[in-house]
């Protein structure tokens, strides 16, 4: 066993005893949504943490492998995503006759309106 194995065989076990003790203080569920996110992204972040450790330990090479198809797929899909993001349907326009805040304010008044008007005809006398 080389001294590279050793390291990841003493971090997987560090992670492994500290693991169930971090999960304790995280398992409860918060009011405000941006707490909750962020403890479950811990939790996320440190499950990963462990699997790519075990990984490192068991079989690296698929793991490796793994990631390398996932990231060459997600590069070869992702343009493709942001074009098809971008034909979004857009926010529906705001009901005239009324502005919000965060609308442009509307210079234009209702004398500005163009309507087609019969033509006047001016008696001749």
């Known amino acids: 066993m080389t001294s590279d194995d050793q390291q990841l065989l003493l971090a997987l076990y560090e992670v492994e005893s500290a693991r169930p003790q971090i999960l304790s203080y995280l398992d409860r569920t918060y009011e405000d949504p941006a ?3 962020c403890v479950n992204q811990a939790k996320h972040h440190l499950k990963l943490v462990h699997e790519f450790l075990e990984g ?4 690296p090479q698929r793991h490796y492998d793994d990631d390398r198809t996932f990231y060459r797929t997600l590069w ?3 343009p ?3 074009l098809l993001q971008s034909f979004e ?3 529906p326009d705001p009901v005239e006759g009324g502005s919000s805040p965060d ?3 509307s210079t234009q008044s209702s004398q500005d309106t163009f309507e087609l008007a019969a033509p006047s005809h ?3 006398s």
Not at 56 to 59: I, K, Q, R
């Open 80 to 82: 493709l995503m942001t």
């Open 56 to 59: 490192a330990v068991l079989d």
């Open 35 to 37: 707490i909750q996110h």
């Open 103 to 105: 609308s442009p304010l």
């Open 76 to 78: 070869r899909v992702l």
């Open 89 to 91: 349907s857009q926010p």
């Open 122 to 124: 001016q008696s001749e």
